[in-house]
């Protein structure tokens, strides 16, 4: 048997770790704090597996540089934060419509602009769904310990191969710099999602031709078939077309590819849910705060429990709405001044009461300002 390999590692080094597990062959990016270990491990790990690391002159080259690498191929991945995120969201528009599987870490900040470099921050979560133009889905995660940050990095991986699509890892700067430790798993546990390859002639092949699963085959640039790709709305050839109807199927492809997999895409965990009567909806370094703000309050006799989304987007919808129906109140707390609150009170308010807790000055909100919070409000 395979021996177990534990290590004390930090959240972004798991997930160097979980990408390279995945298939990572290719990382382009530039450093900025706090995401900057990704980029400094995968420089020296990716040449002792065969990738390559390229250290970029600024954000938008290097999403740029992991779309090409991902048509020709490779896995590939970039990490920023929020003022590199910003600068990517044009790019991340041009994967979602010419359907480029690739992975894009934010380790937030403070911000708007270049605000607390070194400070955590939860405030990209509406930008992770709608940072970019027009109509479109996204998915996106979010772990709040450092075995979640390998698991959901493969997972990152897993589906934007899957679904042909970019994916955005989600983390905040405790999450990034903390140090657990990680049980690995052993080689061979890992389940691994590779594209589509095409099982048609290159005569045959159509590049955006829509299969049962809404997810086109796709051939890597270089293997012999023929290619075009724009960031223009296009036809089952990749040809640019103002044709109403085949933008209209294209769009809607697009979004359902995605919105119609939910249950495939959504991870979520529960704490304490068994005879919950009120519930806190939590997610990164904020679920931990939560946790331990529970155990207080259950001592004190409150049923309450946890609700914390692993996958953001596309949020679960079923299960949230499971909670307005059966919950006497709903709690969002994160660090920002209402985000995620948006999306659960879009879903839950009309069956019951939610309240939001933010937090916006470059500290981690602390259990015993969540139970004041529950217990005042």
């Excluded at 390229?54 to 003022?83: F, H």
């Excluded at 159509?206 to 012999?224: L, W």
């Excluded at 920002?336 to 009461?353: A, H, W």
């Amino acid at each position: 048997m395979t021996v177990e390999k534990i290590k004390l590692m930090q959240g972004n080094e798991a997930c160097v770790e979980g990408a390279v597990a995945a298939g990572m062959r290719f990382f382009a990016g530039y450093p900025i704090t706090p995401s900057t270990e990704i980029a400094e491990i995968s420089a020296a790990k990716l040449p002792r597996v065969g990738g390559k690391f390229i250290q970029m002159e600024d954000e938008i080259a290097s999403i740029s540089a992991v779309i090409g690498a991902s048509l020709a191929g490779k896995k590939a991945m970039t990490a920023t934060s929020g003022p590199g995120f910003s600068l990517k969201q044009e790019s991340i528009g041009y994967a979602v419509i010419a359907e480029i599987p690739c992975v894009i870490v934010n380790v937030q900040r403070g911000g708007p602009s270049t605000g607390m470099p070194t400070s955590p921050a939860q405030g990209d979560v509406m930008q992770a769904r709608w940072g970019t133009h027009g109509d479109h889905s996204i998915i996106a995660l979010y772990p709040s310990t450092v075995k979640e940050v390998y698991d959901t990095t493969i997972k990152a991986f897993n589906l934007a191969e899957k679904y042909r699509t970019p994916v955005i890892l989600l983390m905040d700067e405790v999450i990034g710099h903390m140090r657990e430790k990680v049980v690995l798993p052993r080689e061979g546990e890992i389940k691994i999602y590779n594209r589509k390859k095409p099982t048609v002639s290159p005569e045959e092949y159509k590049p955006y031709k829509a299969t049962d699963d809404m997810v086109p085959e796709m051939a890597n640039i270089g293997e012999g078939y023929r290619y075009h790709v724009t960031g223009l709305v296009h036809d089952e050839f990749g040809n640019p077309t103002n044709n109403n109807v085949t933008a209209e199927e294209l769009i809607k492809r697009l979004v359902n590819k995605i919105e119609n997999n939910i249950d495939d895409i959504v991870e979520y965990e529960e704490y304490k849910m068994e005879d919950a009567e009120e519930v806190i909806v939590a997610y990164g370094s904020t679920a931990r705060s939560v946790k331990s703000a529970i155990d207080i309050l259950r001592d004190r006799g409150r049923k309450i429990g946890l609700f914390k989304p692993i996958t953001i987007w596309p949020s679960p919808k079923k299960e949230l709405e499971l909670l307005g129906k059966n919950m006497k109140r709903i709690l969002v707390v994160e660090m920002n001044m209402g985000q995620y609150l948006l999306e659960v009170e879009r879903i839950c308010r009309k069956y019951t009461e939610v309240k939001g807790y933010g937090r916006v000055n470059g500290e981690l909100i602390s259990p015993n300002e969540i139970v004041s919070f529950v217990e005042e409000g």
